[in-house]
């Protein structure tokens, strides 16, 4: 709204101000871009396309945890399907990719922490969808679950992803979570860039075994799909 009106008031400074003619031409080829190539990827537009680049990336000795929410199934599912797509970009083994489901977006920091403990995995991808009701849920959860998890990654020294999305609406959701702009294959991304930072920070050790953990008392010893050593739940 804002940025319609700044834009409306320099066409009258310069006294520009289009025929109506034009202005229903213009919403005319709007719409038909929308129906037949998509919506525009600028900031009127419903999608972000990926603002951010990746380098070549060698997450083959990663192990990555994924923790989805049951809330909001079907989005949430497309993007955990874009998350796996952006591992597999890095080389993530599909045997190295562990997932577990939470009901909602509010478990999701004290889940990240337990398996952050099980010292199982390199990085921790979290996975939900929260949508804006009438009430005032959605900004308490928000808020809780964003501090929570870098609370957990700060703490655990485990990088966790925050796959969250927040929207307004279902559009805005749909927007973000299908091709081409699906959020999760950034996410699947980052989780791969960030273990192999902490790799590097913490001793060279990859693949969820102890990378240093240890020596503060946290992370376990056991990779993750050596299931008599597993560490209980994970
Ligand atoms: N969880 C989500 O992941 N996304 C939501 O949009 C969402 N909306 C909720 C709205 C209400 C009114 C309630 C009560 C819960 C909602 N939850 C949602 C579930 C929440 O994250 C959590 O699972 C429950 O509050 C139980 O702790």
């Given at each position: 709204m804002h940025i319609q009106k700044s834009r409306t008031q320099t066409l009258n400074a310069n006294q520009a101000t289009p025929p109506n003619a034009l202005i229903h031409f213009y919403f005319f080829f709007c719409t038909l871009r929308n129906v037949f190539v998509g919506p525009a990827n600028n900031s009127f537009g419903q999608g972000a396309e990926s603002e951010v680049s990746f380098g070549e990336?060698?997450?083959?000795a990663m192990r990555i945890g994924i923790i989805r929410t049951r809330w909001n199934d079907e989005a949430v599912s497309r993007l955990v399907s874009g998350i796996k797509e952006g591992l597999k970009e890095c080389k993530?083994?599909?045997?190295n990719i562990f997932e577990t489901s939470v009901?909602?977006?509010?478990?999701l920091p004290l889940a990240a922490r337990f398996l952050s403990l099980?010292?199982?995995?390199?990085a921790i991808i979290t996975c939900g969808v929260l949508i804006k009701g009438d009430t005032y849920h959605f900004e308490y959860i928000a808020d809780a679950v964003s501090k929570g998890l870098m609370n957990v990654q700060i703490q655990t020294s485990t990088p966790i992803v925050f796959g969250v999305l927040t929207c307004e609406n279902e559009s805005q959701v749909k927007a973000r979570s299908t091709d081409p702009n699906n959020h999760g294959r950034d996410w699947g991304k980052t989780a791969v860039e960030m273990g192999l930072l902490r790799t590097e920070a913490m001793?060279?050790?990859?693949?969820?075994?102890?990378?240093?953990?240890g020596a503060v008392g946290l992370g376990g010893e056991?990779?993750?799909?050596d299931k008599k050593g597993g560490s209980g739940f994970f």
């Open positions: 990336l060698d997450g083959s993530v083994a599909e045997d009901p909602g977006s509010f478990e099980s010292g199982t995995v390199d001793g060279g050790k990859s693949g969820g075994k102890d990378a240093g953990l056991k990779p993750i799909n």
